[in-house]
């Protein structure tokens, strides 16, 4: 029962982070395809936007979140599910930071409030031992394509439903974000095809 509980306590860290992970998980010199679609239609269409707008901004938006809405989502759900995925390895990777945490504590008062399992232990003897978590976790990686989550062998994975929530949390949290480095691309094309 405390693994929910220890989620919980990372969300807050997860929603601080993410920006800045997203913006530093890939290098600089590996540009996913997903991006670089991404670019090329922003760079495709920038006149047919600047051409049927009031000015830059109007310009600007109507780029990113019509003529090129698709492939601006694809690249926001690339970051936000690549800044999670490291967030996750980062806390369960091998298993030995949550097994650190977890080792020495004492019983909370929120643990203490919980529900014991069916057999009146705290903990039930099924749940996967943190170092499973790691492997499982591992397997976790994000197409570069689409931004989709890819999980190996997703039925023997007990991990998906945590995965798939935290990925679905976050958008929830971040909402449509448009990637910064998207906004300053199309500034820039806006403001060159207004010349």
Same mark, same amino acid.
């Given at each position: 029962?405390?693994?929910?509980?220890?989620?919980?306590?990372?969300?807050?860290?997860?929603?601080?982070?993410?920006?800045?992970?997203?913006?530093?998980?890939?290098?600089?010199?590996?540009?996913?395809?997903?991006?670089?679609?991404?670019?090329?239609?922003?760079?495709?269409?920038?006149?047919?936007?600047?051409?049927?707008?009031?000015?830059?901004?109007?310009?600007?938006?109507?780029?990113?979140?019509?003529?090129?809405?698709?492939?601006?989502?694809?690249?926001?759900?690339?970051?936000?599910?690549?800044?999670?995925?490291?967030?996750?390895?980062?806390?369960?990777?091998?298993?030995?930071?949550?097994? &650190?945490?977890?080792? $020495?504590? =004492? *019983? #909370?008062?929120?643990?203490? !409030? +919980? /529900? &014991?399992?069916?057999? $009146?232990? =705290? *903990? #039930?003897?099924?749940?996967? !031992? +943190? /170092?499973?978590?790691?492997?499982?976790?591992?397997?976790?990686?994000?197409?570069?394509?689409?931004?989709?989550?890819?999980?190996?062998?997703?039925?023997?994975?007990?991990?998906?439903?945590?995965?798939?929530?935290?990925?679905?949390?976050?958008?929830?949290?971040?909402?449509?974000?448009?990637?910064?480095?998207?906004?300053?691309?199309?500034?820039?094309?806006?403001?060159?095809?207004?010349?």
């Amino acid at each position: 029962m405390r693994l929910p509980l220890i989620l919980a306590a990372f969300a807050p860290i997860l929603a601080m982070a993410t920006p800045c992970l997203a913006q530093s998980a890939a290098p600089a010199a590996a540009r996913p395809p997903v991006l670089v679609r991404a670019e090329t239609c922003l760079r495709d269409k920038v006149a047919d936007a600047v051409r049927v707008s009031t000015g830059a901004a109007d310009a600007a938006d109507f780029l990113m979140g019509y003529l090129c809405a698709g492939p601006v989502a694809a690249v926001a759900n690339y970051e936000r599910n690549t800044a999670s995925v490291v967030a996750m390895k980062g806390m369960f990777g091998d298993g030995s930071v949550m097994q &650190a945490i977890m080792s $020495g504590e =004492e *019983e #909370s008062h929120a643990d203490a !409030a +919980l /529900p &014991a399992d069916a057999d $009146g232990s =705290e *903990e #039930s003897q099924d749940r996967p !031992a +943190l /170092p499973e978590m790691g492997k499982w976790i591992n397997s976790v990686s994000v197409d570069e394509n689409t931004g989709d989550l890819l999980i190996a062998d997703e039925s023997a994975n007990p991990m998906v439903a945590m995965i798939r929530a935290q990925s679905g949390s976050m958008g929830q949290m971040f909402g449509e974000q448009r990637p910064t480095g998207l906004r300053e691309l199309v500034g820039r094309l806006v403001l060159d095809a207004r010349r």
